[in-house]
């Protein structure tokens, strides 16, 4: 299937080989890691090659093995709608949300929203009937990534709430994020743009 869908033509003997042996490998690592859901191949494995579709011949086989297989599986089985793999991305990736969250809120009722927004975000398809999670996934580590927009909505609907300046907002999330975390790091590094631009304002109008 990802050679059919190869958009580089028909690949040496030995490359298709060395392809298939790395295919197989993530295949099974995929599978093992979501024993409760059954994957969809054809769609795992289209996803696999459209973020291989850049790379030469003789490269495939390592990137094939370079991908984060795993997170880009269950992102195409939630993005079919599958039950089990719905409830498997609950399970793993919001189901510790209250702790994430546990400095910017404690009410279960505002953890419950983030959680639905995080789904619909990820999960529900756009306007081009495409799950974004399709697009998130493989960039990074998954559980980080849901982390990082779980996080930015809670602060997001917190400052919606409270009317909160964007540089007391700033200066919360400082006391998230320590330097050893780098997708909260990220947030931060975003949000000095905010900071900057307020600035910019604030001095505009002197």
Do not use: M
């Amino acid at each position: 299937r990802l050679l059919t869908a190869y958009r580089r033509g028909p690949l040496p003997p030995r490359v298709a080989a060395a392809v298939e042996v790395a295919l197989a490998e993530q295949w099974a690592r995929a599978v093992a890691a979501w024993p409760s859901v059954t994957l969809p191949f054809d769609e795992v494995v289209a996803l696999w090659a459209a973020r291989v579709q850049e790379v030469e011949p003789a490269g495939l086989a390592d990137a094939i093995a370079a991908l984060r297989a795993a997170d880009l599986a269950i992102a195409a089985a939630c993005a079919a709608g599958d039950p089990a793999a719905l409830r498997a991305f609950d399970a793993t990736y919001l189901g510790n949300l209250r702790a994430v969250l546990a400095r910017v809120t404690t009410s279960a009722a505002e953890v419950a929203e983030v959680a639905q927004i995080v789904r619909e975000k990820l999960l529900v398809p756009g306007a081009a009937g495409r799950a974004r999670i399709l697009d998130t996934a493989g960039h990074g580590d998954l559980g980080g990534l849901v982390r990082v927009i779980a996080i930015r909505t809670a602060l997001k609907l917190r400052r919606a709430e409270q009317r909160q300046d964007p540089l007391e907002d700033h200066a919360e999330l400082a006391t998230l994020a320590p330097e050893s975390d780098p997708e909260l790091a990220a947030i931060q590094a975003q949000h000095r743009a905010l900071i900057k631009a307020a600035l910019e304002a604030a001095l505009a109008g002197l």
